[in-house]
Every structure is written in C-alpha cells, then in structure tokens.
C-alpha cells in the first residue's frame, strides 16, 4: 500500500518564521495529497489539498505543492503566528481506490511570540 | 451544524469494565471513521462504515473491540474487556465524500 514518510518534530520557530515540513510519499500512481492539522485538544481538520501531480493547494497562508518527480508535498508558510502552534499530518490513500487514508506520524510546530 | 459530536471526552475505568464511546456524526455525512491514537504508534484506522455498513473492520485490534452504526445519526465503538494497553485518544470522523473527513473532538480514554 502507500505510505508517507515526515520530517520529525518537534518544529520551533519565533512569530514571523519562515515555515517548512518535509512530507514524502511512496504511491501507485498519482493520488491525492492532503495536509491535516491538529490544534492542541481537539481532533484533525484539513487544513489543504491537491489532487493531481504540480496542483497547489492552500489555506490560511499554508501552501504545498504536489512534486511527482521527487515524490514531495512539503508544507510551507511564510510567516508563521502564535495560533499556529498544533500538530501538522501529511495524508494520501492507502492504496488506489481505497476510500481509507494513510497518515504521517504528525509534527509539532511551536511558535513563541 | 454542531459538527462530529462525541461523547464522553474523558473515561477512566477499570481493566475488565466494559467501555461504549458514542459518536454522532455530521448530518448528511455518508462515510463515518474511527481512529485511536496514541504517542507509540500514532493515528490508526480502526473501523469504518458508508451509508451505516461496515466496510472494513481490518484495524480492529481484536475481538475486544465492536463497532455499530444502528442508523446516520449514532455510532458506538465499545471494548469489552478493557485493558490498560487501550488507553488511548479515540476519534471518530465522518465525511461528505472520500478523504474529507472532519474529526470530532476525541474521547481519552484511561484504562487503570
């Protein structure tokens, strides 16, 4: 099946930080990409998407860019806040035509004002 | 809509006690999931059901573990026995179509 392999955390940055997670993937084919976040108690929300090789998807100032060459979708965001602070999940499918995602282990970003 | 409702938020119980954690998901949602997780081995699929049918029970842990969908409203997830090793944030997620899935807010459960 597919899986997904994170850079691991924990992530510490100061307010305004320039923000990468590395996320990489080992698929059949070209599936879907997902970033999920986790704020601190409650449970995971997708945070961004992209559905096919070189889509960019974005959210609240997040970006990530669907590389099939080097099978990457990197997290960026370029200038992170306090609020940011969570656990951040890099997903795909387990497998072509599953309805069952695979997640990263998580990161843990912190912010410090 | 209030989104994915779960209850309780917290148990503590005994090894041996038999627990039922509760999940009403987002109307109109036809998928519905349910996730453990834990620092060891992270966010794991246990369970998950379309339109109230059970699709793949594979992650179950093992017989202890049962999962129901009596109707679109309501799903359960108990543990009979329950053991300390179960002690875990339990998540249950429902989704409009495949890979959207919007979490409820967890149940950790401790098993002393």
């Known amino acids: 099946g597919n899986s997904v392999t994170q850079m691991e955390g924990p992530v510490t940055l100061s307010e305004e930080a320039f923000l990468t997670i590395n996320c990489t993937y080992t698929a059949t084919g070209y599936p879907s990409l997902f970033w999920y976040v986790q704020y601190p108690g409650e449970g995971l929300q997708l945070l961004l998407k992209a559905t096919k090789a070189d889509d960019k998807g974005s959210n609240k100032g997040f970006e990530a860019t669907y590389r099939k060459e080097t099978t990457s979708f990197h997290l960026e965001k370029g200038s992170v806040q306090v609020s940011d602070s969570a656990v951040y999940f890099c997903?795909?499918?387990?497998?072509?035509?599953?309805?069952?995602?695979?997640f990263g282990k998580g990161t843990k970003l912190t912010v410090n004002p | 809509d209030a989104g994915v409702i779960q209850s309780p938020r917290h148990e503590v119980t005994e090894m041996g006690q038999e627990v039922t954690l509760r999940c009403k998901p987002i109307s109109g949602h036809d998928y519905l999931f349910w996730y453990r997780q834990t620092m060891m081995r992270g966010l794991e699929l246990l369970i998950y059901?379309?339109?109230?049918?059970?699709?793949?029970d594979s992650g179950m842990p093992e017989d202890r573990f049962s999962a129901k969908m009596p109707n679109a409203s309501f799903s359960t997830l108990k543990i009979q026995p329950s053991e300390p090793r179960d002690s875990a944030v339990y998540f249950c997620?429902?989704?409009?179509?495949?890979?959207?899935?919007?979490f409820g807010p967890g149940t950790r459960l401790t098993v002393t």
């Open positions: 059901f379309n339109n109230n049918v059970p699709i793949d």
């Open positions: 997903a795909l499918p387990s497998q072509g035509g599953s309805e069952k995602l695979v």
């Open positions: 997620a429902s989704s409009p179509i495949v890979y959207e899935q919007y």
